[in-house]
C-alpha cells in the first residue's frame, strides 16, 4: 500500500516569496515516481514536476524544484519567486513501477497555496 | 489544454440512479484512468483502462464500472448511487500504462447525487 502525508492545508505566502509545500509518502515498492499537480478552482490537474525513486538529482521544471530526500522519504514542491497565479491546490501524489503501469496514482490531501499581493 | 474532454460538466442525480460520464482521450492515447475526488480531499484512483480492457483498480465497488472504445473515447457507469458518491470526475489519459509522467487530466465532471 502507498501513502502521501500532506500536513499543510493551506499557505499564505507574499507576492516574489519562495514556497515550500511538504509532502512525505510512505510505499513497500522498491521503484516509484512521484508527482506534483496543481489543481486551479476550475478542477482540471495540471502536471507541475516529476521524481523517480532512482534519479540521482532532483528535478526542476522552470520555477518548480522537486526537493528529494529518500532516506526521509520526503518529496517537497519547492516554488521559486511566487505569482499571483500560482494560487491553487497542490497536491504530491505517487506511483509504484512493480505495478507494470496498472496502479493509478496514491494522492494526498492537498495543501491550498494562496499567493497575497 | 491537454486536449482531454469530459461531459456533461455537472450533472445532478437522486440516490438510486445510474449515471454514465464520458471522457475524450487525446488522439493516439490508448490508456486511460478514472479518479474520483470527493470535496476537499485528493483524486482517489478508480480504475484504469488499456486497449479496451480494464487493467488496474482501485478500492471501488463493482457497481463503479467502465467502457473504453477504439476512437480514444471512454465511459465511466456508475449504479445505484449513493449521497457519497457526489464528487468531481477526472479521467486522465496517456500513451501506454508505463508513461505515468505524461498522463493529461481532463476538466472534470462534478456529480451531485440528491
Known amino acids: 500500500a502507498q501513502k502521501i502525508t500532506q500536513t499543510q492545508p493551506g499557505m499564505f505566502v507574499q507576492e516574489k516569496e519562495a514556497v515550500t509545500l511538504d509532502c512525505t509518502y510512505d510505499?513497500?515498492?522498491?521503484?516509484?515516481?512521484l508527482f506534483w499537480y496543481k489543481q486551479p478552482s476550475s478542477g482540471e490537474m495540471i502536471f507541475l514536476i516529476y521524481q523517480g525513486s532512482y534519479d540521482q538529482q532532483n528535478a526542476t521544471e522552470g520555477r518548480y524544484s522537486l526537493n528529494f530526500q529518500k532516506a526521509r522519504k520526503s518529496a517537497n514542491l519547492v516554488i521559486s519567486a511566487s505569482q499571483l497565479g500560482d494560487s491553487a491546490m497542490y497536491f504530491c501524489?505517487?506511483?509504484?513501477?512493480?505495478?507494470?503501469?496498472?496502479?493509478?496514482?496514491?494522492f494526498g490531501k492537498g495543501t491550498h497555496l494562496i499567493i497575497q499581493p | 489544454e491537454t486536449g482531454v474532454t469530459q461531459s456533461p460538466t455537472h450533472l445532478i442525480k437522486t440516490r438510486g440512479q445510474q449515471v454514465t460520464l464520458r471522457c475524450s482521450s487525446q488522439s493516439g492515447h490508448n490508456t486511460v484512468s478514472w479518479y474520483q475526488q470527493a470535496l476537499g480531499q485528493g483524486p482517489q484512483f478508480i480504475f484504469q483502462?488499456?486497449?479496451?480492457?480494464?487493467?488496474g483498480r482501485g478500492n471501488f465497488p463493482p457497481r463503479f464500472s467502465g467502457l473504453q472504445f477504439p476512437n480514444y473515447s471512454s465511459e465511466l457507469n456508475v449504479n445505484a448511487l449513493e449521497l457519497d458518491d457526489s464528487a468531481l470526475y477526472l479521467c486522465?489519459?496517456?500513451?501506454?500504462?508505463?508513461?505515468?509522467?505524461?498522463?493529461?487530466f481532463g476538466p472534470g465532471t462534478r456529480l451531485t447525487v440528491t
Open positions: 501524489a505517487m506511483r509504484g513501477v512493480s505495478g507494470g503501469g496498472a496502479d493509478g496514482l496514491t
Open positions: 483502462y488499456y486497449r479496451e480492457e480494464e487493467n
Open positions: 486522465a489519459s496517456s500513451l501506454r500504462p508505463t508513461q505515468a509522467r505524461e498522463q493529461y
Open positions: 510505499t513497500s515498492d522498491p521503484s516509484y515516481g
